[in-house]
C-alpha cells in the first residue's frame, strides 16, 4: 500500500496533510535540582498556532528556548521539520534558525539600533549578496505589514511598549520564516494595544501560514489567536485541545487557571 509519503512528494503539501513541523517529544530539563520541563510533547503543523500557557515560572520560555536550540534538553527532542537538531553542527542548527522567526520575552529590539536597522539586522547577517535597496524596500515592506512604516528613523526606547513588539514581529518575519515563536508577544500592554497585537499575529498567521507557538499568560489573548492551546503545570502539559475543551475540562488545575485568568 502506498503510503502519506509516497503519494505527497511536495514537502509543504505533505506537511499540511499532517507532519508537524515542530515535535518536542518527552522533553526533560533540570536546573540544578529544580526539573523545570518533567516530559513535554507537543506538535504543531503548518497553518497552525498552539497557544503554551502557564504560570509565572513553569517552563513556557525555557521550551521555547529549546525548541530554537539555544539550550539543550536533559532528554527527549525536538524536531523541526523532522530533523532532530540536538548535535546539530552551528552552522545546520544557524540554517534550521533562519527559518524560525522569534519575538523574546524581555529585549524585543535592540536599544542601539534604530527601527529600521533592527528590522534590517536579520538581512544583513543572512542576505549578505542582497542588494542594499532591495533590503531597503524588503524592510519598508515589513514595517508596513505591522503598520509601522513612519518609524523608520525612530530609536526603540522613543515608540511604546506595542510599537517595540509591531517592530519585534516584522524582524521576526524578515527572512519569511515557515516557524513563528513568540513569547508573551502582549504582556504589558494595555488591553487596547493588546488586541491590537492578537489582531496582528492573526493577520500574520493567515497570509504566511507559518507553524506558530505563542506563550502567553493571557487566556483571551490565546483564544483569540490560537487553533489549539496547551497548559503547562509542574513541567507537564495538563490539557492539550480548543477553547471549549479548557472549558469543560474537570481537571482541577485547569479549572483554577481558566477561574483566574
Ligand atoms: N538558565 C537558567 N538557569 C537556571 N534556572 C533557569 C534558567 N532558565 C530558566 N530557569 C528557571 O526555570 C524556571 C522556568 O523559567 P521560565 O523563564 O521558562 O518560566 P516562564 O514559564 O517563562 O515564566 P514567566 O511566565 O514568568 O515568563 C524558572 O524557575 C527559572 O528560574
Ligand atoms: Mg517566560
Known sequence: MDTIEQIATDPAEAEQGGAPVIAVEDLHKSFGSQHVLDGISLAVKRG????????????????????????????????????????????????????????????????????????????????????????????????????MEDALAKMPSDISGGMQKRVGLARALALEPDILLLDEPTAGLDPISAAEIDDLVLKLQQEHHMASIVVTHDLHSAKTIANRLALLNRGKVVIEGDFEELQKSDIEFVKEFLKHS
Open 48 to 147: 497552525e498556532t498552539l497557544a503554551v500557557l502557564g504560570r509565572s515560572g513553569t517552563g513556557k520560555s525555557v521550551l521555547l528556548r529549546l525548541i530554537i536550540g539555544l539550550e539543550t534538553p536533559d532528554s527527549g527532542s525536538v524536531r523541526i521539520h523532522g530533523q532532530a537538531i540536538a548535535g546539530l553542527a552551528l552552522d545546520q542548527l544557524g540554517e534550521i534558525r533562519k527559518k524560525m522567526g522569534f519575538l523574546f520575552q524581555h529585549a524585543a529590539l535592540y536599544d542601539s539600533l534604530t527601527v529600521e536597522q533592527n528590522v534590517a539586522f536579520p538581512l544583513q547577517h543572512h542576505k549578505k549578496n542582497m542588494p542594499k535597496s532591495e533590503k531597503a524596500d524588503r524592510v519598508r515592506q515589513l514595517l508596513a505589514e505591522v503598520g
